[in-house]
């Protein structure tokens, strides 16, 4: 399905597209929570699957050629904080899961492209335009040679409003990518202007993912 704002249709975000493979609520969301806040690295070859479902739907509509990987960065405190960043732990964990498969195409995850150079702090409770205008200058590209006429498929954990990608995007294609898509695990109720993967393609493998975030829950827990 397709979501798009009055918004979107006024002012379209500079990415092509932007896929999720669910909603952030219940066991996803769970899930994400337990790499994210929990450090429980288990749940990241999970999320990683999910990742790769949703890079492998996307496959048809990517230009011919290598796809440059590109997760959306934490600032150096933040990941010194945590001890990762979570988008490239799922991100290299869905390449992972694509090589063992059929991959079409190459990928190539650059993670030190993209830094995001000042901290934003939480963007919990913002409004769009609160979420852009504190994000503006957060970004700035380190390499410029490595996306140069590159196409970027730009990856997170989660697809709220739009505001980070579309900030992401334009510093990359500023830079001189070519075209920038987006590919989260997953995207929020509120969401406009993105593409999800019918749930009904994936009722097995959300009730495995159901199973593995009530396993991981508990481990946690002790």
Not at 138 to 166: E, H, M, P
């Amino acid at each position: 399905m397709e979501f798009c704002c009055g918004l979107c249709q006024r002012a379209h975000p500079p990415f092509e597209r932007a896929v999720a493979y669910g909603s952030y609520d219940g066991a996803l969301r769970d899930l994400i929570h337990l790499l994210k806040f929990h450090q429980i690295r288990p749940a990241a070859p999970v999320l990683g699957h999910m990742l790769a479902d949703v890079i492998t739907a996307l496959e048809p509509v990517l230009p011919a050629g290598q796809i440059t990987v590109i997760p959306v960065p934490l600032h150096a405190k933040k990941q010194a904080q945590r001890g990762f960043n979570q988008a490239e732990v799922i991100a290299r964990a869905a390449l992972k899961d694509l090589s063992q498969g059929d991959a079409g195409r190459p990928f190539d995850v650059s993670s030190r492209v993209l830094v995001r150079s000042r901290e934003t702090g939480s963007q919990i409770g913002l409004t769009r335009h609160q979420r852009r205008q504190n994000l503006r200058g957060a970004f700035a590209i380190k390499d410029a040679t490595a996306i140069s006429n590159a196409t970027v498929l730009l990856v997170d954990d989660v697809y709220t409003t739009g505001a980070t990608a579309s900030e992401c995007a334009r510093i990359l294609l500023k830079a001189g990518a070519a075209r920038v898509w987006v590919a989260t695990v997953a995207r929020t109720m509120k969401i406009f202007n993105s593409s999800v993967l019918p749930e009904d393609s994936y009722e097995d493998g959300h009730n495995q993912e159901e199973e593995a975030a009530s396993r991981l829950t508990m481990a946690a827990q002790g």
